[in-house]
């Protein structure tokens, strides 16, 4: 059995498992879907998805918290959850998937999987982004927006974007509370960052000619024998994951769409208002209209002639 199990306090983590079902449920595979709930929950409901919460609901004032302190944004001392609610996940998580016969779990940041899984004797599969090993051992990874220790500011970008690919990629940043927990289960510790968000098997969401890295370079790559892996870990590209949602597309979105003249479609649901504002910000100096899709925060003030911010929109539209 498979389950899905949805970072409701994302959209897009909400999204991306909406279509995974979809695709899932054409070719007639069994499938559960499980959560520890959040604001996206309603697009599940919305799709027709039932699914079950496990553990500790999380309601809108903590997913927010979540996504504060979530990797790039967060203390990098911290784990996002207390040391508490990753026990209770984990528990709650192992037990489900005893109960249920899953053998396979799939998750984009749903990061107490990556001991549950452990614990349950389950692979993990992730729908993963970027941020992968063949593409800081290309050098690849830009220097960080939000750098964790302030003094990098200082120093020049090059020397940043090193090390982005060659320092940060071996760190256990957000590691701790996963690793304390894990030694009190027994079960296998996460060795580094990466291994926090790589599962058995990582679902890259993007393309070879964005991201720099050939296929099969990608699905060849092998931890072989790296302390900061965990050693089963194996990379496929996807190509980019992101629902078919049956909403409608609102008349105002209409007409400023059929506008002449370029649009940019700003869908970058999973960051800080600082980075969404920034990337507006820098579209202005380009003659093109930006559309913003919804997010977490209140970016109404944005809206201009040139600039509109929206609801959650259908994406494939």
Known sequence: MICLLPQCAYLSETTRMLEIHRALRQRGVPVLVATHGGPHESLLRAAGVGYDVIGPPMNGRRSAEFVR?????????????????????????????????????????????????????VTVLTDHGSWVPPVYERGLVPAPSQPPWPILGALPERAVRWLANS??????????????????????????????????????????????????????????????????????????????????????????????GPVVYAAITSTSPHIIRGVVGALAALDVRVLVAATVHDLADLGDERVMVAGILPSHR
């Open 69 to 121: 302190s979530a990797v790039g944004m967060g203390n990098v001392g911290q784990s996002m959850y207390s040391d508490a609610e990753i026990r209770a996940y984990v528990d709650a998580e192992a037990e489900y998937f005893r109960a249920h016969g899953v053998t396979v779990a799939v998750t984009g940041f749903l990061l107490t999987t990556m001991l549950s899984s452990r614990l349950a004797g």
């Open 167 to 260: 320092v940060l990629p071996r760190t256990r940043f957000y590691c701790a509370g996963f690793n304390r927990v894990a030694a009190d289960l027994g079960v296998e510790p996460v060795p580094s960052l990466p291994a926090l968000v790589l599962g058995d098997l990582a679902m890259v969401t993007e393309v070879p000619e964005v991201l720099g890295v050939p296929a099969a370079e990608m699905a060849a790559w092998r931890p072989a024998g790296r302390r900061g892996y965990r050693p089963g870990t194996r990379l496929r590209y996807t190509g980019p994951l992101y629902a078919r949602l049956d909403v409608p597309l609102p008349d105002a979105v209409s007409e400023f769409l059929d506008r002449p």
